[in-house]
């Protein structure tokens, strides 16, 4: 015979004093750990199977309304917390059953939640059938998940499946908290989706903006995600995400250091928002970046899963569809709710969340009710988010202490509103609007050494900086006894004080090497990202064809960034002062004097500021902001144009310079456009004026050079070809090289110019 439901057990399990005496199977003590999460790995439905068996409908009835306290949401929202609002179970019931969707909102580690779903879902399949979509589940693996609940594969396989590196869909409670549903809908022979992408495409789409993702999505994964990103009804939901995606920002940090100051013992469980670690787990490790973008990454997961469920609801055939996602996704009808609605009008949608603690006072009003269907029970954990392992408590304390010692502290706070002042200001200066609010992050020294210096160490990036020393070397522009790499990634960490990051989206602040120039700082930086919301930098750099057009490139991008800015903090005649009086171009120092001791990097850094701004000056005073927006569609393709701005209102383009054929056993390693920049340069580091570099150089016309190397440990060979204005000015050119490039044999040909060198550089 079957035995009688043991609510005593299930009681216990929940927290709740047991109705009577009955006898206990088992003890609270037993299902807990000491940190207060279950220990079983079987869910709690699970375990009132074994004990009781299967539950029946009214026994389900009957311990719903014992074990919980049911609300009826919309006189929650009028303001009735009183019990005029509670609802029975079959009340709740009958207000799902009169729905086409039913969202369940849960929290991912409450075990209550889970129980609430199997059991709400027996009832309404008893009641209408239904079919079910689940967040829990990614769209790549929706084909093993139908494989496995029609009966097709078993489920060690399944598992095994879910488990595999390249998918990674298995939660970590799922044995614990949604295995009862999957084995339900396979007894049943319903139909079970996977309800969100996959996260790699979530995460690109938040650090590439939505049109980009769009335009570069590979075709296979069309399938695995929404056709477009709906908007939701109610723009609350967008307010909500950014409140909580911003939570791991600085201004947040700032108050999190604040109560680990006051309370040590917060440590433990502040340590990984402090530290930016925050964002791993349920938010799938996506939490830093731009919360715009996150946004819009949070609402590509919502569409999918509307569409998913959309697509369900119209050929049900009758059946329900019961929709599982976190309360994130369900609350106040934003996220995937929201979005169904917009797509499906004529749909019925009702939503259930679940709420700690069970309280006979519940929130009530309109900003405070979540659902159609309120439920309140206690608390009970299914898990405890482990902290990321490589954080110390060392750590976060010397953190801690670095603020305390920094007094950055008034940055964090303060960042949120300088950043919107400085966005306001740049919209009124330029004429352009932000497509979406940036985000700065604030960095210490620390951080901010590590974040610049290390990039030049990655193996790719040695690999090619390695390369591009010997270039350097062969023209005589880098003669460090250090590496290329070394000297970067010095130079690096110790003159950036920030940058914007095309990638993710966002500013990095480094207050303590900026000082007194933070303000500029953080206007030259959104500058670049309202470039970025415009004319899509990545698109841009991803156009270059050689060097020469991607200093060009960079010139335009960084001048205008220097000249806008001027003008946003009122230094007009700084500007002047900067541009040499607004006259010509050359290749003169940022402040107007020659610096003691020139070197390669910080000639080329003076071209990128100091001549670009001149090139955008010159552009806006021919015709306005139109005009430099005109320069992102067609950009100078050269340094010549950047310095003779004259020439790109004339459409200049350089010469193609073509190179004989590699011979006689030599390799290419290197082939490239070096460009009238950098051979004023190389001149000037070779002992000429600024005004004889520059003149010499201004005659270039287009060039071409190749590296070459036989074998390892053997000479490496330059072969350098450049075009001229004309024969004099290629014979003026042939001289100089061969004054300032020892060894070379050069020789002039009408308008052209070669020169070869051999070198040993290992």
Known sequence: ??????????????????????????????????????????????????????????????????????????????????????????????????????????????????????????????????????????????????????????????????????????????????????????????????????????????????????????????????????????????KRCINVFDGTGDYRRGQLLEMAEKDPAMLRKLKPMILGKAGAGAMGGMMSGNPELLYRAQ???????????????????????????????????????????????????????????????????????????????????????????????????????????????????????????????????????????????????EESKSEVGGWARAPEAASWLAVQEKVLRMFNLYSGGRTLAEAQSDRSSESIMGFYRPADKVLYLFPEQAGDRLRGLRVHESIHALQDQHFDLARLRSSVANSEEDAALTALIEGEAVYLMMQVLGMSKGLEKMLGGGGGGGHGGMGGGKPPAPDYFSERTRLMYRAGAQFVKALAEKGGWEKVTEAYGRRPSSTSEILHPERWFEGFKPESVSLPPVSGGWKEIANDVLGEADFAVMLKLGGLSDDESAGAASSWRGDRYRLEVKDAGSPHRLVYLSAWADEKSAETACGHLGRVLPGARVSARGRLCAAVRELNLD
């Not at 375990?47 to 074990?67: K, M, S, T, Y």
């Not at 339900?184 to 995460?203: N, Q, T, V, W």
């Not at 309360?327 to 700690?356: I, M, Q, Y």
């Open 299 to 445: 609402l590509f997961k919502d569409s999918t899963m509307a569409e998913i469920v959309k697509g369900m609801a119209e050929s049900s055939s009758g059946r329900k569809v019961f929709a599982v996602a976190g309360a994130g996704h369900v609350s106040f009808r934003g996220g995937a709710v929201g979005v169904l609605e917009a797509l499906a009008p004529g749909l019925k949608v009702v939503t259930v969340v679940f709420e700690t603690p069970r309280t006979s006072s519940p929130p009530s009003g309109r900003e405070q009710v979540q659902a159609d269907v309120m439920i309140f029970g206690d608390r009970i954990e299914t898990y405890v988010q482990e902290l990321p392992a490589k954080v110390t408590i060392e750590e976060a304390e010397k953190r801690i202490r670095e603020m305390e010692g920094l007094a950055l502290l008034a940055v964090y706070r303060s960042n949120g509103e300088d950043q919107k002042k400085a966005m306001e200001d740049i919209e009124k200066a330029r004429g352009l609007k932000f497509k979406y609010p940036m985000y700065a992050r604030i960095m210490t020294a």
């Open 1 to 238: 015979m079957k035995k009688a439901v043991s609510l005593a057990l299930l009681s216990a399990i929940l927290l709740i004093p047991p109705a009577s005496a009955a006898e206990k199977t088992f003890d609270l003590s037993d299902l807990m750990a000491p940190g207060g999460e279950l220990k079983a790995k079987d869910s709690i439905y699970d375990r009132w199977v074994a004990a009781a068996g299967v539950p029946q409908a009214a026994e389900i009835v009957r311990f719903l309304d014992a074990n919980f306290v049911l609300r009826d949401g919309a006189k929650l929202a009028a303001g009735s917390a009183g019990p005029e609002s509670r609802m029975s179970a079959s009340e709740a019931l009958e207000r799902m059953a009169s729905a086409d969707v039913i969202f369940f909102g849960e929290q991912h580690n409450e075990a209550g939640a889970h129980l609430l779903e199997v059991l709400l879902l027996r009832l309404l399949d008893e009641r209408c059938g239904a079919d079910v979509c689940m967040e829990m589940f990614e769209t790549q693996s929706r084909t093993t998940l139908e494989d496995y609940v029609s009966g097709r594969m078993d489920e060690k396989a399944f598992l095994e499946k879910l488990s595999a590196p390249e998918i990674k869909g298995l939660w970590q409670n799922y044995r614990k908290d949604y295995r009862p549903i999957v084995e339900y809908s396979r007894e049943k022979g319903r139909r079970i989706a996977a309800g969100f992408p996959p996260r790699r495409l979530a995460s690109d789409l938040a650090k590439k903006g939505e049109a980009e993702f769009y335009r570069t999505i590979r075709e296979e994964d069309r399938s695995l995600c929404a056709t477009r990103i709906s908007e939701p009804l109610d723009e609350s939901y967008r």
